[in-house]
């Protein structure tokens, strides 16, 4: 199973050292193109065994799946001159673009699909959302097994792209502004920032642990720290007071672009 990256910026170049670091595919049998042949002599330091060109169709050519990682407005551009065949996958990660505007370029019957990663796929630690189209139950399983060695894949409807996408893709930054909101309170507090940013980022750590690991809910996780009277019910109730749960709300369907 071999497979060409298109594109080696942040997303690209994460997914690429990702498959380098599994199982599923060997990194000798992964080969990366980009425009920017530095970045590409980077990523080959890093990964000796990953092949590198700055040569997009050369790229392709022995490709059993083909991942686009390109900004939108370049995917058609891309899918002109790559031509594809049959018997490719191919994988979008082009935030925004359906199955209706792939399939314009690469025609109906190509098994597509699209891939919503978050930051956190640099660290192996993505939420990875999948839609397909065209796929058997066997492609969608290798595409999970891939992404599930980046941290957590779960195939989902495409009409469910919006919504999810600001729970995991714009929320991981949702939850970083909460860190950086605790943070500055540390510090005002007293608390020297760089161990202000540590306790924080442990403890969003500890409670994202709480929640996989036990199948439990959130407001259980919480009752069993808010003892009646004590310092942090009455932090909960100011969160409750300022409209904390409201805010994180918008914020999601804010981001929940149709």
């Given amino acids: 199973m071999k497979v060409a990256i298109i594109g080696a910026g942040n997303m690209g170049g994460a997914i690429a050292r990702g498959l380098a670091q599994g199982t599923v595919i060997p990194a000798s049998d992964v080969t990366v193109a980009d425009p920017f042949s530095g970045i590409l002599e980077t990523l080959k330091s890093d990964y000796p065994e990953?092949?590198?060109?700055?040569?997009?169709?050369?790229?392709?050519?022995?490709?059993?799946?083909?991942i686009l990682a390109v900004k939108p407005w370049l995917v058609d551009q891309v899918l002109s001159v790559i031509r594809l065949t049959p018997q490719q996958v191919l994988v979008s990660v082009a935030a925004g673009v359906s199955f209706e505007q792939l399939v314009q370029s690469v025609g109906p019957e190509l098994t597509l699909f699209r891939l919503v990663p978050n930051t956190a796929i640099s660290q192996m630690e993505s939420m990875t959302l999948i839609s397909s189209r065209n796929a058997?139950?066997?492609?969608?399983?290798?595409?999970?097994?891939?992404?599930?060695?980046?941290?957590?894949?779960?195939?989902?409807?495409?009409?469910?792209?919006?919504?999810?996408?600001?729970?995991?893709?714009?929320?991981?930054?949702?939850?970083?502004?909460y860190i950086q909101a605790a943070m500055q309170a540390g510090i005002e507090m007293g608390v020297y920032p760089k161990e202000a940013q540590k306790m924080v980022a442990q403890s969003v750590k500890g409670a994202a642990a709480l929640i996989l690991n036990n199948d439990t809910h959130p407001s259980v996780e919480i009752d069993k720290v808010t003892t009646p009277g004590g310092i942090t019910i009455k932090g909960i109730n100011e969160l409750d007071h300022e409209g904390f749960t409201s805010a994180i709300i918008k914020a999601m369907k804010a981001s929940c672009v149709k």
């Fill in 50 to 66: 990953i092949n590198i060109t700055t040569d997009n169709p050369e790229a392709i050519k022995e490709a059993d799946i083909v």
């Fill in 136 to 177: 058997s139950k066997e492609q969608e399983q290798l595409m999970l097994d891939v992404f599930n060695e980046m941290g957590t894949a779960m195939m989902i409807p495409e009409s469910q792209i919006p919504a999810t996408t600001a729970l995991t893709s714009c929320g991981i930054a949702y939850v970083l502004k």
